[in-house]
């Protein structure tokens, strides 16, 4: 291939959701202290017990110690070099339908690929966008307020809906659980709040698109997910952000709640800025998303990781009730100087528990991709089983892929089993492909969505084709 | 057809061929001999432009145009094709998405319309029937656990899919029992035609019972010693490779 080719190619294909809107926001000075966290609470108008709950987290923080033991490394972040609230000065005065909504933010969104006029939007899918720290839109809620369904910004289910907010925050996520948990929930700032309420089949696919924006802030969104006895709900959530040099924050915290006999799945489609081909700049994804399930009940982790320059993310499950299923499908792509650690923890309590954790690593360029996973089966956990297959793929020989595998068994009678695999991307199997015609660009996607195809299949039907395509992307340059 | 003049290539900074000359006419079957080692395989895999194969001398032209300038790809798009001595796997990705993908891309340098999923999935139905492989082993990853002759067959499948000038044929007889050895060879004959050259590579003169070559080349250290009509890989059989070895070295 000509080089002039090849630069074209490149260009062509460069991380599409990396442009910056520009419109004027409401950001406030950097720095991090009680009176930031007042701000903040303040500034959407929470009741008093919500700013109790974030000061007494902003004050478990200031005790706790970022963790060290994943690997991963980057340079601590200055906690107090960043902006905790950044917003659209057009939100100030909070519009009352789409048609009120800053036209420039409505179509940042659709340069996104997501249309947030409802007759526009993809059938089936509502959307809750959030951008920095607030939600500009949240669609379809009229048709599914007819279902029962509150689909709406946490911000305004605290108002509305007070006494399931209080009820349910932080039941999974405790404000002290981790570092970046207590910040969250010092901080957080905007995301999205769900109840599915007893034997309801949730109508439409929910969705949460979180958009990074305005520059050094970090995002801190909070998402919280309940569903009711017998109910079923799927949700996604997409996140991009502009290509900046300087990294970014972005700490989240999500909570399911699945009561007897209800089921959540929940994929995600992560595409923060990765980063350059030289590893500057690109988000720090450190995010904890938990599930309880009670008796009966199921959870489904399915995410699609391509990007952020460094993660840290391990959504897993509390098997509390009787019979309860959690799963765990991920695939996790790094390239060029990425980092990524994440993996799930299957916490078996119940009796008959059970668990599956499928994990597809692929590593290229001289990115270092590590599994973690902790499968525990507690004292009670009569007859619980996991199964857990963990997958990694090497593209060329400078990338690095780790598996970390703990398992903690104090019931005799449950069932463990760990497969795992690393295969490489071969030369050989390239110049088959390039001997019948295929380019190599096309052969590397193809072998990386076969190695994906376990994963893929869990996915919303809408979005499978959706990830297949940002893996492609994602693995630009990677060969030849 | 193919011309290939002078040519020279290295693996690995060692001089594999050195000033190998080869013509051949549209519609003729030429079969390469020669002792393990001489450098067959290099032939196929310097046409076909495998990484790690230097030409370090002379040319190579496919109806008149110089391949060994093409991307690999591109030469396969040509209409090259090499049937692998030893066909690699490629776990997860199924046959029939390969093949669809290798075929589209053919079919689009060639300006011809793609062939939608239900055409593509009974022709390639058809192929496999012709080299009496099950059409199960099309929803198999590419020769993901297929036997020695299972895939060669899949090699001899994807030839006929893609119907090509030039055909490669490295050993593909080896490693097949007699039947599996008559199916690939009623699969090659029944693709011989006026407008299409086989190279056949083998070491056993019993597969040439069965594909009769128009001519037959012994490939010893790295290039052609002798040439001659069918007749002379019966001689071969008869006499080993000793004799030509010794001649070509004491020439050098
Ligand atoms: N990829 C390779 N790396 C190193 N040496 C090679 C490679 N391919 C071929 N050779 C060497 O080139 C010579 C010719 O090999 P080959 O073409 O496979 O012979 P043949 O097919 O005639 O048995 C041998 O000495 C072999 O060891
Ligand atoms: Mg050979």
Redesign the pocket.
Known sequence: MSSNAEIERRIGKEYQAGFFTNIESDTIAPGLNEDVVRFISAKKGEPEWLTEWRLKAFRAWQEMTEPDWAHVSYPQPDFQALSYYSAPKSMENKPKSLDEVDPELLATYEKLGIPLHEQMALAGVAVDAVFDSVSVATTFREKLAEAGVIFMPISEAVHEHPELVKKYLGTVVPQRDNFYAALNSAVFSDGSFVYIPKGVRCPMELSTYFRINEAKTGQFERTLIVADEGSHVSYLEGCTAPMRDENQLHAAVVELVALDNAEIKYSTVQNWYPGDEEGKGGIYNFVTKRAVAHTNAKVSWTQVETGSAVTWKYPSCILKGDNAIGEFYSVALTNNYQQADTGTKMIHLGKNTRSTIISKGISAGKSQNAYRGLVRMNPNAEGARNYTQCDSLLIGDQCGAHTFPYIESKHPSAVIEHEATTSTVSDDQLFLCRQRGIDTEKAVSMIVNGFCKEVFKELPMEFAVEAGKLLEVSLEGSVG | MISIKNLHAN??EKE?LKGLDLDIKPGEVHAIM?P???????LGNVLAGRE?YEVTQGSATLNGKDILALEPEERAREGLFLAFQYPVEIPGVSNLEFLKASVDAVREHQGKEALDSVQFLKLAREKCKAVNLDASFLKRGVNEGFSGGEKKRNELMQMMLLEPQLCILDETDSGLDIDALQVVAEGVNAMRSAERSFIVVTHYQRLLDYIVPDYVHV?ANGKIVKSGGKELALELEEKGYGWLENSDNGAE
């Open positions: 693996v690995e594999i020669g393990n080692g001489a450098g067959k395989s290099t790690g490939l």
